[in-house]
T-cell receptor, first 116, second 117 residues
Framework: AQTVTQSQPEMSVQEAETVTLSCTYD???????LFWYKQPPSRQMILVIRQEAYKQQNATENRFSVNFQKAAKSFSLKISDSQLGDAAMYFCAYRRGMDSNYQLIWGAGTKLIIKP | EAGVAQSPRYKIIEKRQSVAFWCNPISGHATLYWYQQILGQGPKLLIQ????????DSQLPKDRFSAERLKGVDSTLKIQPAKLEDSAVYLCASSSANRVRSTDTQYFGPGTRLTVL
């Protein structure tokens, strides 16, 4: 069975600095998708970035980028120039490819604190 | 483009009472999901619909939870009777997945925070 592990329950970073959140996953599949979601105190889950496993190039979205290491089954999120609005829970999620009916497998989340 | 809508945003009930949540997905999205998220945990999938058919309800406590998606658009999730351990945020999400291969990115609503006393 697929699993997703976020080993950092909580991380803190100084405003304007860079922080990296870790995520590892376990799968025997070769075709899958990986996601990072952000959940602020309002509890709305917001998609931050996604990565298709068949793409070697790391996904980027403005200040957010990933380091996707397929062989190591690692999918870390780097947030550059941290802002107070980045404070939230961050969840890593995995989904098998090929069939859109496969459900998301979620990590336990990492709480990100931004120090002003 | 309007996002996923949910109501109510907050609900407080006593145990053994009934409660219903409503979700309106993004227009044109074929797949709809209901999640339960207990504080400090990741979301847990309760049920997944594709159009008006159930794809996966393996983690839905069917003795007390029910969900429907009539006409393949809006959906309602009901709990009857509620227990203390049902206190959680109930998230609705939708995706445009209606074909075999899809990134199936899920977009979430604001959630309904349920407190059972």
């Amino acid at each position: 069975a697929q699993t997703v592990t976020q080993s950092q329950p909580e991380m803190s970073v100084q405003e304007a600095e860079t922080v990296t959140l870790s995520c590892t996953y376990d799968t025997s599949e070769s075709d899958y998708y990986l996601f990072w979601y952000k959940q602020p105190p309002s509890r709305q889950m917001i998609l931050v970035i996604r990565q298709e496993a068949y793409k070697q190039q790391n996904a980027t979205e403005n200040r957010f980028s990933v380091n996707f290491q397929k062989a190591a089954k690692s999918f870390s999120l780097k947030i550059s120039d941290s802002q107070l609005g980045d404070a939230a829970m961050y969840f890593c999620a995995y989904r098998r490819g090929m069939d859109s009916n496969y459900q998301l497998i979620w990590g336990a989340g990492t709480k990100l604190i931004i120090k002003p | 483009e309007a996002g996923v809508a949910q109501s109510p945003r907050y609900k407080i009930i006593e145990k053994r009472q009934s409660v219903a949540f409503w979700c309106n997905p993004i227009s044109g999205h074929a797949t709809l999901y209901w999640y339960q998220q207990i504080l400090g945990q990741g979301p847990k999938l309760l049920i997944q619909f594709q159009n008006n058919g159930v794809v996966d309800d393996s983690q839905l406590p069917k003795d007390r939870f029910s969900a429907e998606r009539l006409k393949g658009v809006d959906s309602t999730l009901k709990i009857q009777p509620a227990k203390l351990e049902d206190s959680a945020v109930y998230l609705c999400a939708s995706s445009s997945a209606n074909r075999v291969r899809s990134t199936d990115t899920q977009y979430f609503g604001p959630g309904t925070r349920l407190t059972v006393l």
